[in-house]
């Protein structure tokens, strides 16, 4: 990090504490810049989301919505969406991430609803640990509040306003019941120019007197045409100002134009149109996507730039500004939907009230204020004077480098200077919330004791094989009997060598970290930590390994086999983590940046596993069909006569790929388990083996008997 004190300081607070911050300063002063190290440089594991499509790009990340599947219903405590609108719909993969990850990054936080982060909240409490604000995952919040708000229709208010005393991200409960700090960063980048910096800052801090709204409107150049080649975009506070600017440099265009009339069904109001009604278009016109790619290719995305390459009747070519490639665009739909609240059973009902179909562009010569935030312009002209929002004026005079780049097409005003009261009184409470060194060194300390909690609790895989217990004991004991009674035993190994112990040691190093004031550096306690890292590597391996090696579960059932596979999975992957992590403290000693840089590691070397177990777990023909490997067979530990229950499975495996069905058709696992342990040698013997019966002796008894007999000549 360079010499900046108050980035050094919001670096520490998010590589050595788990407390919440919030990061804020002037337009410019380095924030996305920090962001991007943070996500080169830092051990934890972190997800970067954003409210909006650009602002997510600008900063590496997905949408808020996106990531944690939200709908874009209003969140209101104590209410749950009606059945038909189902989300959390999250893979194993996006479960995973969600489950280790340890830092989540919200970026221009100043457009997030307090709603939205409460939602967030539930999600994470969810998903991971449900008495945790957040599920205990760390919030690193990126935004500056003199900036654009959150925008929040009159008829969801009504449904908020009695939750909130704001819509802007700290009237989050969530948020306001648990601890976080606020940095504020002072020096600016972006502008090198002094002069426009002390005027960019009158603007931010309310105090643009008459001298410098005189000094801002000296680049006030009534009827100013650019050169095409100079590259000036012009940033209006309404989208209709934005379009007539952009009809008429539409009609100074050479080319033909085409119009494409939106597709509208049901009720959809003029006033919550997203995309032009009439879309007129000519080749070479310059244009912003308006709404996210949702195809694998991820071609364009809400706020970028482009231009037409070709148009048509019948069909639209677009190429985004800096890509190689050009691509027939395709119509995309909005719904208008109303939200109710029933106030007996506490349901939010979401009733789609009509569609809009039409292409995901507008045209882009000009565009507003609220779809620059985030950007930067050598060149701009601006047309901000009938600003309505908090935010507007400071937001588009900061999209420049510098006030030569700057036009104004109307002179400002001291109208056009919108303060928002809540904000004033927000940002003098943040000042309380700024913190020093000392409250620094207390919660590194405290963040160095919650990992070394992390990393001596096994509670996580003493749940994951309490899972397979109980799958065993409840749908397998009679096909496994013998490993049911090894989990059993091993199960009360566990209690009684590791979790015991584990409660036990949690008191030896709570009260060593007590005694001392340099916990970082005592010897005392950092060996007692080595020796108990020890103690417990030994142990998991001991213990837990060598039945891991032996389960092997195969049923007919195929519900029940992929719950199983899938705890076996989790376990397994949980061992190797808290095996590798006491193996590093038990060579290297403990500290807050090393656990967290090889827990990663362990974690992405997991990841990368999966993949390369789904890249090679069957092979693409030319009609992109999945063929599948030949696998090899799993012997469970039951089973008496390993060679032949090899032979029997390969056997039944080759009779059901003749006919297409499943393998239990040709005969059940429970019966292949039994012929194996029993050998029977005769049709009658064989028709009393459980699962078998008489039909599949009559269709397979002397196969299976000739196996027998030729195994048991051996």
Sequence with gaps: MEDN?????????????????FLTGK??????????????????????????????????????????????APHIPDTKLNAANTFYKFGREKLNIIRSMDLLVIDEISMVRADLLDAIDGVLRRYRDRHKSFGGVQLLMIGDLQQLAPVVRDEEWKLLSPHYHTSFFFGSR??????????????????????????????????????VLEELNRRYLPNFRPKEEEGYIRLTTHNNQAQRHNERELSALPERAFSFRASIEGVFPESAFVADEVLTLKRGAQIMFIKNDTSAEKRFYNGKIGHVVDVSKNAISVRGNGDTDSFLLERAEWTNSKYSLNPLTKEITEEVEGTFKQYPIRLAWAITIHKSQGLTFERAII??????????????????????????????????????????????????????????????????YELLCEQFDFKRIEQLFSQILRLLDEHLYRLYPKLLERYKQTGELFKTKISKVAETFHGQYSALISETTDYAHDAKLHQRIVSGAHYFK?????????????????????????????????????????????????????????????????????????????????????????????????????????????????????????????????????????????????????????????????????????????????
């Excluded at 700090?181 to 009158?202: H, P, S």
């Design 174 to 211: 969530s948020l306001r019941e648990t601890e976080y700090v606020t940095i504020e960063l002072a020096k600016v980048y972006r502008q090198t120019d002094g002069t426009f910096l002390k005027l960019l800052n009158k603007i931010r801090e309310k105090q643009a007197d008459a001298a």
């Design 383 to 448: 047309d901000a004077n009938a600003s309505f929002a908090h935010g507007q004026v400071y937001v588009a005079l900061s999209r420049c480098k510098t006030l030569e780049g700057l036009v104004l097409s109307s002179p400002l005003n001291p109208d056009s200077i919108i303060s928002d009261e809540v904000i004033d009184e927000f940002t003098r409470e943040v000042e309380a919330k700024t913190p020093d060194e000392a409250r620094l060194h207390t919660l590194e300390r405290q963040y160095f």
């Design 5 to 21: 004190s108050e980035l050094q300081l919001a670096w520490k607070f998010i590589e050595n504490t788990s407390t919440h911050l």
């Design 538 to 714: 030994t142990q998991l391996v001991e213990i837990l390994l060598p039945l891991l090696a032996e389960t092997k579960i195969q049923t007919d059932n195929k519900e029940l086999q992929k719950k199983v596979f899938e705890a076996i999975g989790l376990l397994r992957e949980a061992v190797h983590i808290k095996r590798g992590t006491l193996s590093f403290t038990e060579q290297e000693g403990f500290r807050v940046a090393t656990y967290l840089k090889h827990k990663a590691t362990l974690t992405l070397s997991i990841e990368a596993d999966r993949t390369a177990t789904k890249t090679t777990s069957g092979r693409l023909t030319t009609r992109g069909k999945m063929n599948e490997r030949p696998q090899k067979i799993e012997v469970p530990a039951d089973v008496a006569h390993p060679e032949l229950y090899k032979q029997l499975i390969a056997w039944r495996n080759a009779e059901a790929a003749k006919t297409g069905l499943p393998v239990y058709t040709v005969i059940q696992q429970k019966a292949v388990m039994g012929i194996v342990n029993q050998l029977p040698t005769t049709i009658a013997a064989l028709i009393d083996i459980p699962y078998f019966g008489k039909k599949s002796a009559e269709k397979y008894g002397d196969q299976l008997l000739a196996m027998v007999k030729k195994y048991a000549k051996r």
């Design 27 to 72: 337009a410019g002063t380095g924030k996305t810049t920090f962001l991007r190290r943070l996500k080169e440089q830092s051990p934890k594991r972190m997800v970067v989301v954003a409210p909006t499509g650009i602002a997510a790009i600008n900063a590496g990340g997905v949408t808020i919505h996106s990531f944690f599947q939200l709908s874009f």
